[in-house]
């Protein structure tokens, strides 16, 4: 069955460094989305993005974040200056035909600011 | 403020037993309301979407409902099994890009 997948697993990073979190959404789908999940918190809407645009984002993403869609299959996103609350879990997910559809959300990668 | 609340924040039931979970929310615009299963360190798992005009989906052993009208749903949990241990969310889509509104989730502990 396809799935979302993300890399890496697990990204440590020094406060003030650029990150890139890489994620391969399933190969059909249109729409694409970032989430994060600060330890013990709730899932959070980023961003979603669509025909190479984004098309909505939340407050949290800011100047810092960008997404990318460079090639084909790959879909990233990019924190320029990390602070140390930016340490959460990133999820990608992606839906297909609609975005009020089933969105499938990757494993993760768990980002470490120190 | 959009919100979506859950209750219980956690439970503990035996195998074999029933359980239902509740999500009260505020969201609006609604677009359609979620069920996600959580497991711990890892990607939320789609169970149901409802629309406004659905008041009851399965998937399985999972049934939700919704009441639009109330802006209520509840997952009903049958037959528990050891595997069914996660975090359970309700997540509400608020519009047409997609955007979700999520629960802090209910931790649900199935012992043998």
Known sequence: ?114 | KNQVEQSPQSLIILEGKNCTLQCNYTVSPFSNLRWYKQDTGRGPVSLTIMTFSENTKSNGRYTATLDADTKQSSLHITASQLSDSASYICVVSENSWGKLQFGAGTQVVVTP
């Open chain 1, 1 to 114: 069955e396809p799935e979302v997948t993300q890399t890496p697993s697990h990204q440590v990073t020094q406060m003030g460094q650029e990150v890139i979190l890489r994620c391969v959404p399933i190969s059909n789908h249109l729409y694409f989305y970032w989430y994060r999940q600060i330890l013990g918190q709730k899932v959070e809407f980023l961003v979603s993005f669509y025909n190479n645009e984004i098309s909505e984002k939340s407050e949290i993403f800011d100047d810092q974040f960008s997404v990318e869609r460079p090639d084909g299959s790959n879909f990233t996103l990019k924190i320029r200056s990390t602070k140390l609350e930016d340490s959460a879990m990133y999820f990608c997910a992606s839906s297909e035909e609609t975005p009020v559809g089933e969105q499938y959300f990757g494993p993760g990668t768990r980002l470490t600011v120190t």
